[in-house]
């Protein structure tokens, strides 16, 4: 029989762990210690703790002079350091196709390496492989963010986005419904392209009725009183608030109902009649309804402002795949067709719906952050995107504790997961970001992402940085498929 002789140090610390677990402590794995810690909610700076992870749970947040109670296996002292919970982009989207699933999968790392540790998939039409990668980081099988995701989209007949539920009865929501149900699916995303406005609060209303959280796009013929009455969750978009903010909203959605006038015609008619009055009416009612909207402000912005930047020079698109980058083309095509009557509206429209940021905070909106990076979404990258997005936040009138707080406090609220995330705490997530300066003093300081904790793994700069270089090398070393 083979034995194994081990040195007087490692029998020291067996017998030292051996002692601590025998007197009924809980050995962490790692101490995070000597940072500052961010709390988020009430915008304070604490020092002189020390966060224990366990697994994926953060097992104790304790003074320093008492860490040896835990009898960490690893120690990682984070001097001038500040460690917040790990950001959330609340609107991402994988998808292009079948042969995009790994040009998709190295986004994976992007979100990591910038400090983003959940994404809330949209839909597009990797439903089930984005299913399965969400159960495999889950499993530990898989290194990414933690995703949350809803399946395919509810959608009407024919419509133009692929990989959706097509529905155009009550039957045929209950159905897919059941189908969501079965996938344990995140939360409902439902779509207007081609869904019947009653469809559209049908579906809504049959979500709600069975527990499930629900978001959306808004159909031209609906007012907003009428989605907040039906229960969905979030509006997913600033444009849409557009509506409310007006006095004439419900003539000029009874028009578009008539076909008397276009969808962007109401619009048009929409921003030119704002009321701020209207407008805090407005939200003051969504909010007390619990309706969230996720504004994705960075997304418009470039495509609002693709006349003065066309972002073919981006040092960042050397990070996406070949495939994922042809797919850009359609918003850049689309916007190469407006004339200067058009761009100007583009340019107000953008202005407009971003300057809505101030009131909706005022009035106890939800606002959430997410960024409708991905596929499709010209020049949205996937990961710089949320730093973008809490940046315009702030220019646009919040606070850098607001835009914070957006991300890491209200994204979990609105999918009711407050009680795992949102803050450095016992019991909370290990999913952590560690920064190189204090980001309540100046947003941009979430770009100076120093470590991360996924899962409770810990990842340094040298493996975030390990990260970014392989996204780049798979972008640079394969062609785009014929299909994308």
Not at 367 to 380: R, Y
Request: with cysteine.
């Amino acid at each position: 029989m083979k034995t194994t002789k081990l040195s007087v140090g490692a029998l020291l610390v067996l017998g030292a762990l051996g002692s601590a677990q025998a007197a009924g402590r809980v050995v962490a794995d790692v101490a995070l210690t000597q940072a500052v810690i961010v709390d988020v909610a009430s915008g304070q700076l604490v020092q002189g703790k020390a966060v224990l992870l366990k697994g994926g749970d953060i097992i104790a947040v304790v003074d320093n002079a008492k860490l040896k109670d835990y009898s960490p296996r690893r120690t990682v002292k984070l001097p001038g350091r500040y460690l917040m919970p790990g950001l959330w982009d609340t609107h991402v989207h994988f998808g292009g196709g079948p042969a995009l699933i790994e040009e998709n999968r190295q986004l994976l790392g992007l979100y990591l390496a910038h400090g983003i540790t959940t994404v809330r998939d949209c839909a597009g039409d990797l439903s089930d492989t984005v299913l399965d990668w969400r159960d495999l980081i889950n499993q530990g099988k898989l290194v990414g963010p933690t995703i949350l995701a809803s399946g395919p989209k509810l959608e009407g007949y024919k419509p133009l986005w692929k990989g959706t539920i097509e529905v155009g009865t009550p039957e045929e929501v209950g159905k897919a419904l059941d189908y969501l149900q079965s996938r344990s699916v995140d939360f409902v995303k439902i779509t207007e392209n081609t869904m019947k406005p009653e469809i559209f609060l049908e579906a809504v209303r049959q979500a709600k009725a069975r527990g499930m959280q629900t978001s959306g796009h808004l159909p031209v013929q609906l007012t907003l009183d009428q989605v907040m009455q039906a229960g969905l969750g979030s509006i997913e978009h600033q444009s849409y608030a557009l509506r409310g903010s007006t006095p004439r909203e419900a003539e000029l959605t009874a028009q578009v109902a008539e076909g008397k006038i276009t969808g962007r015609e109401a619009m048009r008619a929409s921003l030119e009649s704002f009321d701020e009055a209207t407008a805090r009416a407005t939200f003051r009612r969504m909010a007390a309804a619990g309706m969230s909207i996720t504004p994705t402000l960075v997304g418009s912005q470039v495509t609002a402002y693709l006349d003065q930047d066309n972002h073919a020079s981006d040092p960042y698109l050397k990070y996406i795949g070949q495939g994922l980058r042809k797919t850009y083309e359609w918003r850049v095509q689309r916007a190469a067709k407006d004339d200067a009557a058009a761009i100007a509206y583009r340019h107000a429209a953008y202005e407009k719906a971003a300057s809505l940021l101030p009131l909706m905070q005022q009035e106890g909106v939800n606002i959430i952050a997410g960024t409708d990076a991905g596929f499709l979404n010209s020049f949205d990258y996937p990961g710089r995107g949320l730093h973008d997005e809490l940046g315009i936040f702030v220019k646009y009138g919040l606070t850098p504790q607001q835009a914070l707080q957006a991300s890491v406090i209200n994204g979990p609220r609105f999918l009711g997961k407050q009680e795992r995330y949102g803050a450095v705490d016992k019991g909370k997530a290990a999913d952590l970001l560690v920064l190189d300066a204090n980001p309540l003093q100046d947003i941009a300081n979430i770009r100076k992402v120093r470590m991360v904790v996924s899962h409770g793994k810990v990842y340094d700069r040298r493996q975030l940085d390990t990260m970014l270089e392989s996204a780049r090398r798979y972008a640079d070393q394969h062609p785009a498929p014929p299909s994308a």
